[in-house]
């Protein structure tokens, strides 16, 4: 089985994108098999991934994006678009192991259509969709908005963790307990749809530190982070393991430009990038302790079974 894991902060401009997208390509790197699922309308990380030549023909078609399985025009499987990074003009693919299921701007119609009374909600259908490919990962990241409305939700349901980008300023806090709110309701909301055999809810297993300015001393920034994360533990949402991630990504110019080339900071070449420890080894060090995270989100969730208790209530 996969690890789902959904990126999200109810602060916007915490540099998510930039987060999953890099932190997705270090995992393919690392060998392992990546699923990326952009669920925000903005669709930053399909434009990164395919670039606008590739991505723009998609607001012409009824197929191939993420909104297309909810009118039915596609399924989720149809939508995955493998070794996404493209390569040279011979073809070659520049990084193998990262899919995407790319989105675009007619996601928002997703949040005008909601839910309708007496009809499956629409995680339910992204649920199920989900099921038919989840095995040929091992990692499935979902790119969330900074909100718990529909498109959200589809990645909140299925998810196993929550990881919160974070920035060191007051509104990053405010964002990560709005956040902590609004996925306690969610998850009262959604109880009634959620059957024994699927996994316990998904609670907030840590904070990343993000787009880090040179010389900051974000120590007072962990401390109020981590001041609410135990006063949310016990409360359903966060994990009794919730902890901040020892690995922070700094403030890089080359992200930005990484974002023009198409591709993830990983594949820029070492020359543009400089000498020494860069932002690429903030990206790795960052999957590595995911990768790392496993065993101990494994005990957090199987304890929440065997007592017979929902981490959420």
């Known amino acids: ?5 959904s990126f999200i902060n109810y602060k ?3 540099g998510k994108t ?3 997208v890099n932190v997705g390509a270090a995992l393919a790197q690392a060998g392992k098999r ?8 903005q669709s930053n990380s399909s434009l990164w991934l395919m670039r606008f030549e590739r991505w723009n023909p998609l607001l012409k078609q009824d197929t191939g994006h993420l909104y297309t399985i909810f009118t039915g025009a596609n399924r989720l499987k149809d939508c995955v678009i493998r070794d996404v990074v493209a390569g040279n003009s011979e073809g070659k693919n520049a990084l193998h192991g990262l899919d995407l299921v790319p989105t675009t701007f007619s996601l928002v119609d997703l949040e005008e259509t909601g839910e309708t009374e007496g009809e499956a909600p629409p995680y ?3 649920q199920q969709q989900l099921a038919e490919i989840e095995d040929d990962y091992d990692f499935i990241l979902f790119d969330c908005p900074p909100n718990v409305l529909t498109a959200s939700r589809c990645g909140l349901f ?3 963790e929550i990881y919160v980008p974070v920035n060191p300023d007051i509104l990053s806090l405010i964002g990560f ?4 709110d609004k996925l306690k309701q969610f998850q009262q909301e959604s109880a009634c749809h959620r059957s024994s055999s699927m996994a316990p809810p998904v609670q907030i297993e840590g904070a990343i530190f993000n787009a880090i300015k040179a010389n900051l001393d974000v120590t007072s920034a962990k401390l109020r982070i981590q001041v609410r994360m135990n006063q949310l533990k016990g409360k359903g949402v966060v994990s009794n393991a919730v902890r901040i991630f020892k690995s922070q990504v700094r403030d890089a110019v080359i992200v930005p430009r990484s974002v023009t080339l198409g591709l993830p900071v990983c594949l820029i070449g070492a020359k543009e990038q400089g000498t020494g420890n860069t932002v690429q080894d903030d990206y790795r060090s960052v ?6 995270n496993e065993a101990s989100v494994k005990a957090s969730r199987e304890s929440c079974v065997a007592s017979g208790l929902s981490p959420t209530f």
């Open 18 to 20: 930039s987060l999953i």
């Open 12 to 14: 916007g401009g915490v």
């Open 287 to 292: 999957a590595l302790e995911i990768i790392d």
């Open 34 to 41: 990546v699923l990326l699922i952009d669920l925000d309308a």
């Open 158 to 160: 299925c998810s196993h």
């Open 1 to 5: 089985m996969p690890r789902k894991i």
């Open 177 to 180: 307990t709005l956040l902590a």
């Open 124 to 126: 339910m259908l992204f």
